[in-house]
């Protein structure tokens, strides 16, 4: 009979056991896990990033896993494309608090363009939006089209912007 030790009693089993006679345990020849979570990375890297990084939930420390690489996917994550809860995608983030250059999230803090409920960026849509032209409920910029305010120049470039996007998935 090869016997083990039982991760929660220490007790001898029998390996081929489903679970310990003396506590119960389910399998109890599987290590104990101790971290909760996924991590996942690929082996090609590119000036020492992972080409793609995932990582959630926490390590065996209990310290937060983050996901850093070129494409980063996670709870909390950096990178060059990122998709996160909480992240930093230096040129575009997809999230809930996204912020770099082009970020589609619910609080977006994007350089150029930003889509969420609450935007900043050159360009800016959402319900509330601080930007250079901004399409929104409420917001702050030089070229505002929101229900109350309707500038002609923030008008034209959206119908425009609209008209290129349009034509690009026709």
Known sequence: MNEIICKECSNPVDQTRERCASCGALVPHMPK???????????ATFLGFPLIHVAFGRDDEQKLRIAKGWIAIGQFALGVITIAQF???????LGQFMTGIVCVAQFA???Y?????????????GQVVFGSYGLCQVGIADYLWNPKHQD????????SLWERVALFFS
């Open 113 to 125: 363009f930003g889509l969420g409920q609450f935007a900043t960026g050159y360009i800016a849509i």
């Open 87 to 93: 992240g930093v995608g230096i040129v575009f983030g």
């Open 33 to 43: 896990r101790t971290s909760k979570g996924f991590e996942w990375r690929t082996r």
């Open 109 to 111: 803090g994007a350089v």
């Open 152 to 159: 002609p120049i923030a008008v034209d470039f959206f119908k």
